[in-house]
């Protein structure tokens, strides 16, 4: 073996994203931050090629939902890490930024307080310690990531080391977000309880309800989820990507290869759960509303749904699904509402039995068909 | 001890003590040839053994998968390990490699490095690579990327998320493919390959970390005549600049690999304690090892 041998192959896939896909993030963006904000605002209601509030209002949720989909796609789709609790990341970052909004009120409340009206309801004389910084935007935003981020870490860490690996870590995040859920009903502990944040009127002293504000908060969501995906795109297409499906294939093979798979699960983990997080946060100015309900086990099992629908380890698949589910839970629950959960079902079981790959995989499958 | 015999003890270790401070030179006053410079965590082989197990003893519920082991092995040796079922062949892997804590006994790498406080990842980046008995390749990869993740390079979190292959490196990779006879499958999923082909690339893999012992549990097992006959050849050009610890049941393997060479030693493992260590016609010849194996 002296010789130096040509290379017999191309190094492996070291661009970021083909000139297609690039037109299509480019595309993306162009909807997002221009097209969607001139047909809602500039074109006249009465025009056919008017949008709607309320069809922006959908989009705009349904894109922090995929930007959930995608983080659960990292963890779940290339790491090979079901999480049945990226609620509670989710939840929390919509928390963080409900606290700060619902100190924007101010003393527009219906107790005329400068405290929230819950508190004022509850008697409270003074904040409680965790709403300390809740008059700062800054401070929120901060906390926004840091708050999943830190709890992703901790309980990340301990069950990693422990070695916990596949139902029973699934089984573990479920039992996460439920006592989550749980922790948050109660009044005590300073979240509103069962009814949580709502009734917001202001964001950074302008007022919230206003089309202006609403069309400048989707087009940061639209720019978040497009940013997101390029991120993880990026993640997956470098080394660091390849250790982690290496990690969901052959863990054993991983750690015996010198490569510590604690520190990678948890970096990816983190990552997918401050992604939620901000999502969450993007999520609560749009919707008007945060609740435990947010955390609950069903929500965390949906995001999964999003992401097998779509197609794992595609990456735009869960995106996709997203948009498929919600939009498709969006026209049932108006035209034929009792008919959502049998539809839910049997998508779920027509995808595990005959679209393995989701949404995405079909696609691709076609495409192949016809080349061939 | 009397207290005079202590007072006269300390007298002449005192009186020892000026000596060697009277003479002390840049060595610290030792005598200089019993300092070696010696970098903590790098592998110390001057006292000639890469690999050295000491009375190690595990337990499962009981049950004494390995029973008082000792065994040591040189600098470039390769050495194979034979043994009926249930002997402690895999179970000796475990616990060199970190999967197993022993309950009793020591484990060096060198003479300094005490594998027991080391996790398997540590172990893996010291420089011992081990193939399974189930070849354990990344299925979803290609054969390429397999590779490349087992090229030796930084294994931290930030290195990988910026990690390019530089040309060394990719030469480094073509030389391994046509080592192993890959050349042609480089960018085929590993999931495709056959049983044979996968057992080539983890040995690829194991190659590519540049291991300074490689343990490889059956490596030809399912392998062809003449993949056997090649993964022998292989094994034969490492050793010296690898060592090597084969354990295998194929005893025309063995032959291959211990062939013309009657020094070449062959330990048989048997109810996790070594039977017999010799040469392979003097270990064919033990009546207990031909009783252990033939049941007689």
Redo the contacts between chains.
Sequence with gaps: MSAVLPLPTSPGPTRLLGVKAWTGVFAALLAVAVLVPVLNLVVPEGSAFHLSDYAVALVGKIMCYAICALAMDLIWGYTGILSLGHGVFFALGGYAMGMYLMRQIGTDGQYKSEMPDFMVFLNWKAFPWHWALSDSFVAQMLLVVLVPGLLAFVFGFFAFRSRIKGVYFSIITQALTFAAMLLFFRNETGFGGNNGFTDFKRILGTPIATSGMRMLLFVITGCTLIGFFVFARWLVNSKFGRVLQAIRDAESRVMFTGYDPLRYKLTIWVISAVMCGIAGALYVPQVGIINPGEMSPAASIEIAIWAAVGGRGTLIGPIVGAFFVNGAKSWFTQVVPEFWLYFLGALFIAVTLFLPNGIIGLLRRGKKEKAA | MTPDLMKAGAQIRLEHEKKLAASAGLSGGRAASYGRVHEPGSLDLAHGAILYLDDITVSFDGFKALNALSLSISAGELRCIIGPNGAGKTTMMDVI?G?TRPDLGKAYFGSTIDLLRL???DI??IGI??K?QKP???????V??NL???LKAD???RA??????NGEQ??R???M???IHL??S??RTAGLLSHGQKQWL?IG?LLM?DPKLLLLDEPVAGMTDEETERTAELFLSLEGNHSLVVVEHDMKFIGELTQGKAHKKVTVLHEGSVLAEGSLADVQANEKVVEVYLGR
């Design positions: 490699t999967k996790r398997e990842n893996a980046s690579g081990r399974f354990t390749v990344f299925e979803q990869l290609s390429f990327e490349e993740l087992a294994r931290g979190v990988s998320m910026w990690f390019r292959l990719l030469d990779i073509g030389e493919l046509t080592l050349k042609d480089a960018q983890e893999m970390q």
